[in-house]
């Protein structure tokens, strides 16, 4: 089932007339979420992204705007005429209910051509329990359960009616980090398995990255970029989601553009074709940058954090708005720590340029 949000736009009015300004919780939202794709609505508090999926779940009304499962119009529809399934962080299992009952319970209140019969009943909440694992588990009561069973619990629950769309909010909040990893990958695991249209909002880029077939990420209400999770990445539209993705952090460097040369400080650094003279940012991805005797970008040497497979190496320069530099490198290659300088060569498809004063990016070709 796709799912078509048009022009969807949220105006919280302001609780304070005399002080408070309305907030523009998410502003005229387009995108077309194509059928059995899962969608990581990704940003930081705050930049609207649990307001949108409240308004595809009918939780909230949009102040403008419309959407669209398939071809309904479901804008004016409630919550529980929408057939979705809704998982939230805290996971609001019924305590006194076992598993069993938790999972049957939305089946129960289902009246006219929807009412099942009790075998009915019992065989889809199985079913769904299989598929999310919690099938051995089905006398247990919530407190008997970890934080990840109770998850999966709440996902066999929102399963169980077979929804058109399943809106998951911060599923994976209250997990502990190796939980977290496991569960998000049985999210996927049952996503595909049930080729169900979900969204999926988190703050996490690397969560929403790693499972998302697309993200969309938000700031302050608005859309910044859309796309399949290693384009973004790999094809930053401005600074701020240059900035979001990627750890370590992509390092910024203020620089200018002269005459076809970019320059950080005094040094000129690539020579490129194509770009006016202007001030930038210069965005470099940690692992665009690797240790050469003969590399352009001269910094001054921290030191260096072996981590396995890979190293880190960590610098300073002056024309850095992040505290340090780093560079991920093969942990076989050898810096030499005592050394107080260190050069790197820049590979050009890790390094992107944006205006200094729209943060917008600027594309050049390498000379
Ligand atoms: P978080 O990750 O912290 O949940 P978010 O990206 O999901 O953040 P929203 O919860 O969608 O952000 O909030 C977007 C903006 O709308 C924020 O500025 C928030 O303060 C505001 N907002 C959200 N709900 C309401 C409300 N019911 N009344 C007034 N303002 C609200």
Redesign the pocket.
Same mark, same amino acid.
């Given at each position: 089932m796709k799912v078509v949000l048009q022009n969807l736009t949220k105006i919280?009015p302001s609780?304070d007339k005399k002080a408070g300004k309305e907030?523009v919780?998410v502003n005229d939202f387009t995108f077309e979420i194509p059928d059995g794709q899962l969608v990581g609505l990704l940003?930081p508090?705050?930049?609207?992204?649990? *307001? *949108?999926l409240y308004m595809i779940s009918g939780l909230q009304k949009p102040t403008s705007g419309k959407i669209f499962f398939g071809d309904d119009d479901v804008t004016e529809l409630s919550t529980e005429n929408r057939g979705i399934g809704l998982v939230f962080q805290n996971y609001a299992l019924y305590p006194h209910m076992t598993v069993m009952q938790n999972v049957l319970f939305p089946l129960q209140n289902l009246t006219g051509k929807d009412k099942l019969s009790k075998q009915e009943m019992l065989d889809r909440a199985y079913e769904a329990a299989r598929l999310v694992q919690i099938d051995e588990l089905m006398d247990r009561k919530p407190s008997e359960l970890s934080g990840g069973q109770q998850q999966r619990v709440a996902i066999a629950r929102a399963l169980v009616k077979m929804p058109r769309v399943l809106l998951l909010d911060e599923p994976l909040s209250n997990l502990d980090a190796r939980l977290r990893l496991q569960t998000r990958e049985e999210i996927r695991r049952i996503q595909k398995e049930t080729g169900i249209t979900t969204v999926f909002?988190t703050?996490d880029q690397e969560e929403a990255m790693s499972i998302s077939d697309v993200i969309v990420v938000?700031k302050a209400?608005v859309v910044q970029q859309i796309g399949e999770p290693q384009k973004v990445y790999d094809d930053p539209k401005n600074l701020f989601v240059a900035k979001f993705l990627g750890t370590p952090p992509i390092n910024v460097l203020e620089g200018a553009v002269k005459g076809g040369k970019v320059y950080i400080g005094e040094e000129a650094v690539m020579e490129v074709n194509g770009v006016e003279d202007q001030d930038v940012y210069i965005g470099i991805r940690p692992e665009g940058i690797e240790p050469n005797a003969n590399g352009a970008l001269e910094c001054k040497l921290n030191n260096v954090e072996v981590m396995g497979r890979d190293a880190s190496v960590v610098a300073t320069h002056e024309a850095s708005l992040n505290p340090v530099i780093r560079a991920i490198i093969n942990s076989d290659i050898k810096v030499d720590t005592t050394a107080e300088t260190i050069k790197f060569n820049i590979k050009p498809h890790k390094f992107f340029m944006f205006n200094k004063e729209t943060e917008e990016r600027v594309y050049f070709e390498v000379k």
């Open positions: 919280f609780r907030v919780a940003g508090s705050g930049c609207g992204k649990s *307001t *949108t909002v703050h938000m209400g």
